[in-house]
């Protein structure tokens, strides 16, 4: 069944196609944006980057209607599910952004305006010579070390073990941020049918915790 959604049509003309109810396009795609032009209200903003089906941030934004959240993801047909879930479940604090993470966080967001950035199950690269196109190093840290408010914090999690223990090492040099415990319940944290998926297998996700600024 086509489901009807409420077109932006300046959106629509510039990328020269649908453009979804919850879909966030920027006006310029190579100008810093504003909180503003993320969302309508002012409301601590969280982050989900390469959010897939969507089914960790739909959850988060159910849980907490008074914060916003933002979705980046590359593959437009999963930003178009997001989009429908969003637009379905009737959130308004969810938008969703399709754009590639790297760029996304170092030139287009606004520093110093995001409470909790996610990274869960990115992918891996688990071939040698791929993992220079690792997320979890050095720039990717500065930037989005520089997004988070100064009580802000950075939440990764993957499936993936080998690719845990280097991220551990690659934030070890990067001591802006704090690494703290993160236990399982310590507060709600919604799992996406991929992470599902995963441990329904018998296999294991490993978490990092990292806070900005100084804690004490
Ligand atoms: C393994 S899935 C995990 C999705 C989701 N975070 C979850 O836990 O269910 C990784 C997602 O990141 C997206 N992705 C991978 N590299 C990306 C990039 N450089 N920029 C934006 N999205 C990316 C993929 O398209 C995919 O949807």
Known sequence: MKIEYPMDEVASEQLGREVYAN????????????????????A??????GCGDGSFLIQLAERYPERNFLGVERLLGRVKKVCKKAHRAGLKNVKVLRLETLYTVEWLLPKESFHRVHLICPDPW???RHHKHRLMQAPFFRAVYD???????????TDHEEYYKWSVEKMADFPEFLTIPWEEGDFFYPKSDFQLQWEALGK????LRCLKGDVM
Do not use: C, M
């Open 44 to 49: 601590p903003i969280e982050l989900d980057l």
């Open 147 to 157: 997004l988070l408010t100064s009580d802000g914090e950075f939440l990764f999690r």
């Open 126 to 128: 688990p071939k040698e």
């Open 204 to 207: 294991k996700l490993h978490n």
């Open 23 to 42: 879909e966030f396009v920027p006006r310029d795609f190579f100008s810093a944006q504003t909180p503003a032009d993320l969302f309508n209200r002012d």
